[in-house]
């Protein structure tokens, strides 16, 4: 079944600790993106990428790294730098034509 | 820049009653509307789109029409059920393939 793929579901971390989260994709989309999401608010852009070794910054990017070697793959790094990294992490991806988006399902991180 | 802005929630409302979520955005050109769904825990999911000006999109009971006259793309139910409690977001697609999204619509259906 095509689809994306985020991994694991939920992730623990400890204060000053970097931690990747994990987004794959066989729907042979170009565009992949990053979002936030906190408590009772909407989705905030961290990261994107419309082809393979490219991407930009979206409106909360610090505190956060990306790569896109693959087209499949789109990881995001937690670094110690972001202050409050404690959300419900949202990848997904778009054949880059204004059409919609398609979503994983989802990871939930905690700081501890 | 463009922008989406939706009804602030919660809503609720019983079984069976007529549901509207508003939804207006501002862009220039001719966006591509959406409306995703939300369930506790879980990603979004398409919900229904529209791509060009007058298109009804549908989906599951729930319609949507592009308003290119109101920039509106308000989101109805003629009759809810508790299983459509979810958080709702309007959405649009431009140039640059950047999507915008609403803040989101919780909407609780009661028996």
């Known amino acids: 079944d095509g689809g994306i793929t985020q991994s694991p579901k939920y992730l623990f971390r400890k204060e000053g600790q970097n931690v990747t989260l994990s987004c794959e994709q066989n729907?042979?989309?170009?565009?992949m993106y990053w979002y936030r999401q906190d408590p009772g608010q909407g989705l905030r852009l961290i990261y994107y990428?419309?082809?393979?070794?490219?991407?930009q910054k979206g409106d909360i990017a610090e505190g956060y790294s990306v790569s896109r070697e693959k087209k499949e793959s789109f990881p995001l790094t937690v670094t110690s730098a972001q202050k409050n990294p404690t959300a419900f992490y949202l990848c997904?991806?778009?054949?880059?034509?204004?059409?919609?988006?398609?979503f994983g399902q989802g990871t939930r991180l905690t700081v501890v | 820049g463009n922008s989406v802005t939706q009804m602030e929630g919660p809503v609720t409302l019983s079984e069976e009653a007529f549901l509207t979520i508003n939804c207006t955005y501002t862009?220039?050109?001719?966006?591509?509307l959406f409306w995703y769904v939300q369930y506790p825990g879980e990603g979004l999911q398409l919900l229904l789109k529209?791509?060009?000006?007058?298109d009804k999109g549908s989906n599951k009971g729930f319609e949507a029409t592009y308003r290119k006259e109101t920039t509106s793309f308000h989101l109805e139910k003629g009759s809810v059920q508790v299983s459509d409690s979810a958080v709702y977001f309007c959405?649009?697609?431009?140039?640059?393939?950047?999507?915008?999204f609403g803040t989101g619509t919780s909407l609780t259906v009661i028996p």
């Open positions: 529209a791509t060009k000006a007058d």
């Open positions: 997904a991806s778009s054949n880059g034509v204004r059409t919609e988006a398609f």
């Open positions: 990428s419309q082809i393979v070794n490219d991407f």
């Open positions: 729907l042979n989309h170009d565009a």
């Open positions: 862009a220039t050109g001719y966006p591509s």
């Open positions: 959405a649009l697609i431009h140039a640059g393939n950047q999507f915008y």
